[in-house]
Structure formats: structure tokens, C-alpha cells
């Protein structure tokens, strides 16, 4: 990872865990400015921007330190055999054929909720569409902390095409699990085997090494509050 980009994601930009109430409101913010304000006709808009699924996950933030503007948010969800519920919220929500001979083996991961606000503070060195990759990078480096921190099966996901294409350029090669949903704007289902990310973290020691290894310290000695999602 080029210096001005490390700089970028880790100077001018923090991952931040979503423990507090502040955290939470910012999260419902940047989901309403990305699904609710820009498809109107969503049902169930209220569920979307933060519902029981939350409360089983682990929710990550990305702050614009010189504002303290909150720009982005992804969630991972856990399902395993102590969890409230042992189902997927796309295998309950989004009747994706065949899924459940997926996730007959517990512990398994769900990444959702991943969203970028519209308006981006504009960057003196980044062109927008430049700092929405780095960004999404940013907030991907959750997954590879969660790697190091959990055990799991699988890890599903349903996203966009274009972060898929940013993820296949990183080496993390999530297997498409069905056809296109119309879940919020056009998303495609997606699997990975605990094994395959193993493999695309060693693929891509050398651009996201240090600053997963960066977040991870950042998350360990700034949140009290960190180590009580771990087990």
C-alpha cells in the first residue's frame, strides 16, 4: 500500500467499533442517506436502518477525523450455536435458492449493511471515485480483523458488483451463490470458505497487512469496550 493511501486511511480517516449510542445514531444516519433517501419505495425502512439483527453483530464505522464526520459503516453478523438466532438474515430475508446447504454448518459470518455516504468530503489528492475505493478498502479491513478474532465456517455476503470487483483485486475470492436481488438496488449473493480468506489475506499481506495490523492495535488499546465482543 503506497504511503499517501496508509496516510490516508489511518491519519485523516479512523475504523472505529460502533459501541456507543453516538455510534449507533451514525450508523442509522448512514444507512438512511444510502438506501432510504435514494429508493424511496423501500418497505420497511426502519428494520433496514437498524433492527434485532444489529444486536448480533459487530458494527464498524469510518470517521473523517478532522470533521468527525461518519462516512461509512459495515456490519458483520454471527450466527452460531449460542447465538439469539442461528439464521442468516439473507438465508431468513431473501429466499436465495439452495442457501440452506450452505449454512447447515455453524459458526457462520454475514457482511451487510456496507455503505458509503453519498457526499464524500472531497480530497485535495483523490479523485471521488479514487477515495470511495480506498474507503471501501478501509471498511473491508473489518472482515480481516474478524479473521483474526473469530472462528467461522463461511462468510456470506450480498453486494453490489462493483465491490465484489474490489475485493476480486484484492484477492478475496467470494463465490457467487445465486441471481441478481433487487434488495435495496441491484445485489448479488456471495459465499467464501474461512479457508479461501486465509489464503486472500496471504495474498495481500504486502497492501493490507499493515493496515489491518494497524486498526487491530487501534481497536485493542483505544476501546475498553472492544474486548467485551470477544470470546
Not at 48 to 59: E, H
Not at 124 to 129: A, T, Y
Not at 155 to 178: C, D, P, W, Y
Request: proline share 2%; net charge negative.
Amino acid at each position: 500500500m503506497h504511503d499517501d493511501v496508509f496516510h490516508l486511511l489511518t491519519v485523516e480517516y479512523s475504523l472505529i467499533l460502533a459501541t456507543e449510542e453516538e455510534h449507533f445514531q451514525a450508523v442509522k444516519e448512514i444507512r438512511n442517506d444510502v438506501i432510504v433517501n435514494h429508493y424511496p419505495d423501500v418497505k420497511e425502512t426502519k428494520k433496514y436502518v437498524f433492527g434485532q439483527d444489529d444486536k448480533q453483530s459487530l458494527i464498524y464505522l469510518l470517521q473523517h477525523n478532522k470533521t468527525k464526520k461518519y462516512v461509512g459503516s459495515v456490519r458483520i453478523f454471527f450466527a452460531n450455536e449460542r447465538t439469539p438466532s442461528q439464521k442468516l438474515p439473507m438465508e431468513r430475508d431473501l429466499h436465495i435458492k439452495d442457501i440452506e446447504q450452505l449454512t447447515q454448518n455453524l459458526p457462520l459470518c454475514e457482511v451487510s449493511r456496507f455503505a458509503l455516504v453519498h457526499d464524500q468530503i472531497k480530497h485535495e489528492k483523490f479523485s471521488e471515485l479514487e477515495l470511495r475505493t480506498y474507503l471501501s478498502l478501509a471498511l473491508m479491513c473489518a472482515t480481516r480483523i474478524n479473521f483474526l478474532l473469530y472462528d467461522y465456517a463461511k462468510m456470506f455476503a450480498i453486494m453490489e458488483r462493483s465491490l465484489h470487483r474490489i475485493l476480486k483485486r484484492q484477492n478475496v475470492a467470494f463465490t457467487s451463490i445465486g441471481e441478481a436481488i433487487d434488495f435495496h438496488g441491484v445485489r448479488f449473493p456471495f459465499v467464501i470458505n474461512k479457508e479461501d480468506v486465509a489464503a486472500g489475506i496471504r495474498n495481500t499481506e504486502e497492501s493490507m497487512g499493515k493496515l489491518t495490523r494497524y486498526y487491530l492495535q487501534e481497536l485493542c488499546e483505544n476501546s475498553t469496550t472492544f474486548w467485551e465482543f470477544i470470546d
